[in-house]
Nanobody, 125 residues
Framework: QVHLVESGGGSVQAGGSLRLSCAAS????????MGWYRQAPGKEREGVAS???????TYADSVKGRFIISQDNPKNTLYLQMNSLKPEDTATYYC???????????????????WGQGTQVTVSS
């Protein structure tokens, strides 16, 4: 059984930085892709960034140039470096991963089979 555990959330002032981590356990292979999603109160969950096992990445327009997704494949750990944070980045951030190891990552929500419990990020103005 795959488990994803996020860490690194917290409260920060606008312009600050945070680094989220996601430790994946239960895998015996490197999944085809992993990603970060977020959900703010009263809003739908949205994709933030995704990365495939070869290092290909995709970002939401709202975070391009500010957030960097990366991974440590041998450790099955996913990271999200968040810089120049804005109040609108306030949300619960979720780690997600695919059950597949073959093919290519579709970078769509349907790609992700496993989800973490989330970590809260609060950015004050």
């Amino acid at each position: 059984q795959v488990h994803l555990v996020e860490s690194g959330g917290g409260s920060v002032q606008a312009g600050g930085s945070l680094r989220l981590s996601c430790a994946a356990s239960g895998y015996t292979y490197v999944p085809i892709c992993m990603g970060w999603y977020r959900q703010a109160p009263g809003k739908e969950r949205e994709g933030v960034a995704s990365i495939d096992k070869l290092g290909g990445t995709t970002y939401a327009d709202s975070v391009k140039g500010r957030f960097i997704i990366s991974q440590d494949n041998p450790k099955n750990t996913l990271y999200l470096q968040m810089n120049s944070l804005k109040p609108e980045d306030t949300a619960t951030y979720y780690c997600a991963s695919s059950r597949r190891w073959w093919g290519t990552c579709t970078y769509t929500p349907q790609e992700f089979d496993y989800w973490g419990q989330g970590t809260q990020v609060t950015v004050s103005s």
